[in-house]
């Protein structure tokens, strides 16, 4: 039986629409799926929309039935995704019953565990963050760092989650497994967070109209985020289709932005503890990237639209610009200036050109060339151990290593003056390399790879129109 991945994405608030900073989650995701595929494992990439949150009621407003704006905007998500051909095989929205069910299912293994219990939360809670908050977590002003708002003050009758019950375990196991929370500093952070400040959170709210009702008392909520963390059991059936769920949980990786690790590093594992099912093999925190130096935010209407860049530029292009500029886990910056920069440098003159070039040569040389059978499983260690950790922008870097190579060998020996068996002899170890080239960019250039495989697959191989052109 073939090995089993399971890759997943934070589900995404539905109060505004997918930017940039959401498509790079996303994407992180579908190449990770689509790398995994081509060896053959048995892959699930899982996305959707968190909808249980009062962000959704707020939008929809006075005058709208909450769930029909609900159902519009999960389709604009799920579209969008669709329309930029991301490959996710699951959308999980969490007003669907099947996510319902599971999560009444889940609640109820917690509960009857002893880990509920009722009580008063008197504090500040961060409606941006959809979180309980410390005056720890707020900045000099008494603000929300990431949504510059002052947080509410509340006082309400919750029910609480025994989160310190699992103090020792989650630090144990954070100790025994280090590739459990990536990159390092963020285990680190969370490491400090669960030894210091982890306290019993309140897993339901009081007086909301929109979200889950807890089974136990219907006059509450159930916390949205108690409700999202649940999609990624929902997800692959939990509660359901149970055979389709020990198929495929524990998930591979979450993969979340830096802004929600605490949900998923701390609250996240000590639920499924609780709850008796396997913790996840990873979850792996990305940075946060700005806009020309800016923090992405609606206020400032900069929140770039990726379907429009896809239209100036290509999808790939923007996928490949994402992943190489920089680390996945720093933060980073975004302009579309550098974009157009190594778009034109990398990959009009980069790939596209070398490709150009030696299709043209091939066109004179008039041979024939043999078949390749080199996959993915040929590629070399190091582009393996790339992408097992996540390190993208190494297995771009190999790439273009390659790509440089085979145009300084065309420059050194000029191979456009040769002619007959000296032409086919320069030529085809640079056809085999592109092959090689054209499954190893597939998970990153998932429209550009089949071009080139198409265009290199022999026996007689013409000029190809440009991949992409100089902007
Ligand atoms: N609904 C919660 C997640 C629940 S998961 C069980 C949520 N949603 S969100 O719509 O706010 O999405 C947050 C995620 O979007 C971040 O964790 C990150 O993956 C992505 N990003 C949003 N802005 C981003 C940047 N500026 N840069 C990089 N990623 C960004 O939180």
Redesign the pocket.
Known sequence: MSKKYYVT?????IN?KP????T??TVAADILARYHRSLGHDTVFSTGT?EN?SKTSVAAGNNQDVQKYADDMAGKWEETWKNLGLSFDVFVRTTSKQHKTAVGRFFNKVYEKGDIYEGKYEGLYCGGC?AFVTKRDLDEEGLCPDHKQKPETVSEENYFFKLSNYREALLNHYEKNPDFIQPDSIRREIINFVRDHATDFSISRQGLDWGIPLPLDKTQTIYV?FD??I??LSAIGFGIEEKKFVKYWPADVH??????IK??CAYWPAMLLSAGIELPHQVFA?????INGN??SKSLGNAIDPIKLRDEYGFDAIRYFLFSEFPFGADGNFSEERLRERYNSQLANGLGNLVARVAKLCEKSEFQFHTTSFTIKDAPKEYHEALEHLRFHEALGLIWDYISTIDRQISEEHTWKLSGTALKNALEPKVEKIREISILIEPFLPETAPIIQQHFKGPLIGAIDPLFPRK
């Open positions: 994405t934070p589900i995404y608030y505004d930017h940039i900073g959401h790079y989650t968190d949150s959809e985020w999202a963390l999609n990624y993969i979340v932005g830096k802004d929600i949900f998923h990305h940075g946060f990237f700005t923090k992405i």
